[in-house]
């Protein structure tokens, strides 16, 4: 569905992305792990078209993606952005209208709005609250359903768990799991490795803009060097 | 001495227009523009050397003069908002176009360079002011709370969630920054029809910060504001007479004493309309008869 073909991203003379390539198939979760600074928030921009990469290929379905965001949007790549980015000012359902601009079909909007509610049935109490005052959990959930206004196949989420308490994040990732079973695929970048790894169909590493480990959510899991780097688990002595 | 306000008043009026237009781009999209003073200058001389030396019909002078500054502006913001250059970036660039467009003028034949153009025909009286003015309120209203005005104020509150919902934030901006660089425009040229004599001294970096100061000291995201605001930083000077040598010091300290006192500014994203005239006088009737009833409402 995404492949991404040895993408280089420059930050003026810095490479923060070297020769990086994914793939991500229908109706998976794919995620990426990485620490700070390791180029995961810079490639999700990337492919939604908000920096320029210098080489490289981005396809989706097939098909190059276009340069412009709003294109890339077009085409069913959304991308909900780190800190969730909600307007604090408007209602939930203003969020959620919003997330709809490109649409003009204002029956199926108002069906999916529905739809949003049966799968986050906490927005629907929170209905006419404004954003602003909604917990972290529920700005997230909102931010979700507001990229899934848009009706993408592939929806990015950068960073869903940032700032989120422990059991607020296991909720996070159960929608993340129910968004997928609906059949849109998920592309996410997390530090809360062990979590998204434990859901995650595939998952690569990365690291300092380069990819060192690829494989199933659980093989990365299990891996050693992620044990240690990212989960904080020492390794028996033997 | 009804001359002498009706003068003050036009003056106050053709600046609210250029306010107007920085309106929508300030307030309204978020981007700080330090240089349109040279949407101002652009469109007064476009449209005087139409009429003093082309014979062209007045109003028609004035749309070919904002058009003109129109078409600069996109001159100046197809590659800068294309760099999505932001903030102060942004600003910095303005500046630079704004002293830059002085500068040609000072030295172009047909501006009749430093020396300024004089001779304009008189054509601007209080009663054509007055009319445009209240034209073009009413179009920046409509452009404000059409679908391009909420584009606006999306990318305003938060450009990298209208982004990500699909909205071109260079278009957007193009589009703001080519409206308010017209109604500068009109406002250059009907500023020149009424004082009869142009120079490039006129349009230096002073106006634009002027023009920007009226904005946010009126309120961002609002249009009642900056348009109040204009009117009083227009009279204020006129009233401060009286205050002598102290004049520019008080004109300061009132600035000043409005960004502590309301920071926000005089009319922050409140509009002072039918709408809000309706709801204000229900407020008070609601008040007076049953005061423990109410309260609890949240």
């Keep these: 569905m995404l492949k991404v073909d040895n993408v280089n991203v420059f930050y003026g003379h810095i490479h923060a992305i070297r020769d990086v390539s994914i793939e991500a198939k229908d109706s998976q979760i794919v995620s990426i792990v990485g620490a700070n600074g390791a180029g995961k928030s810079t490639l999700m921009m990337t492919i939604a078209g908000v920096l320029k990469k210098s080489s490289g290929s981005i396809s989706f379905d097939g098909e190059l993606l276009p340069a412009e965001p709003h294109k890339i949007l077009a085409k069913g790549v959304c991308l909900v952005p780190e800190r969730r980015r909600l307007y604090a000012n408007l209602t939930v359902r203003e969020n959620l209208l919003a997330g709809a601009y490109l649409r003009k079909d204002k029956a199926a909007i108002q069906e999916d709005m529905e739809e949003m509610f049966s799968l986050f049935p906490i927005l629907k109490q929170r209905f006419k609250q404004y954003a602003g005052t909604l917990s972290g959990g529920e700005q997230q959930m909102l931010a979700i359903a507001r990229g899934l206004m848009s009706r993408p196949k592939l929806l990015m989420l950068d960073e869903p768990s940032l700032g989120l308490a422990p059991m607020l994040v296991q909720q996070v990732f159960d929608t993340i799991c129910n968004v997928r079973d609906r059949g849109t695929t998920i592309f996410m970048t997390e530090q809360n490795a062990s979590d998204a790894l434990a859901i995650s169909d595939y998952a690569y590493v990365l690291e300092t803009g380069r990819i060192t480990l690829s494989g199933s959510g659980k093989e990365v899991l299990e891996n050693p060097e992620v044990q240690k780097a990212y989960l904080g688990i020492k390794q028996e002595q033997s | ?298």
């Excluded at chain 2, 249009?223 to 930083?233: D, E, N, Q, R």
């Design chain 2, 1 to 298: 001495m009804w001359n002498y306000i009706e003068g003050i008043l036009c003056l106050a009026l053709i600046s609210v227009i250029s306010v107007l237009g920085l309106t929508v781009f300030t307030g309204f999209t978020g981007m700080f523009s330090m240089g349109h003073a040279a949407f101002i200058a652009i469109g007064a001389y476009t449209a005087s050397i139409l009429t003093s030396k082309a014979h062209a019909n007045f109003y028609l002078a004035l749309a070919l003069g904002g058009l003109m500054s129109g078409f600069v502006s996109l001159i100046i913001g197809y590659p800068t908002l294309r760099a999505k250059l932001q903030n102060d970036y942004f600003a910095i660039a303005t500046l630079g176009f704004g002293e830059a467009v002085r500068v040609i003028l000072e030295n172009l034949k047909i501006t009749n360079g430093a020396r300024g153009l004089v001779g304009i025909p008189a054509r601007s009286t209080f009663l054509n002011i007055l009319l445009i003015t209240v034209l073009l309120t009413i179009i920046t209203a409509h452009y404000v709370y059409s679908k391009y005005g909420r584009q606006s104020v999306a990318i305003r509150e938060d450009h990298v969630a209208a982004e990500m919902m699909g909205i071109n934030l260079f278009t957007v901006r193009l589009r703001a920054l080519f409206f308010s660089a017209v109604m500068a425009g009109i406002g250059g040229g009907l500023y020149a029809h009424y004082v009869n004599f142009i120079q490039p001294s006129m349009f230096t970096s002073t106006q634009s910060t002027t023009l920007i100061a009226a904005v946010v000291a009126g309120g961002m995201g609002s249009i009642t504001g900056p348009f109040v605001a204009m009117l009083i930083f227009s009279a204020l000077p006129e009233i401060l007479r009286v205050a002598d040598m102290w004049r520019l010091v008080a004109y300061g300290l009132i600035l000043v004493l409005i960004m502590v006192l309301r920071p926000q500014g005089i009319f922050g994203y409140k509009e002072l309309n039918f709408k809000f005239v309706k709801r204000w006088i229900k407020k008070i009737r609601a008040k007076k008869p049953a005061l423990p009833a109410e309260g609890g409402d949240a």
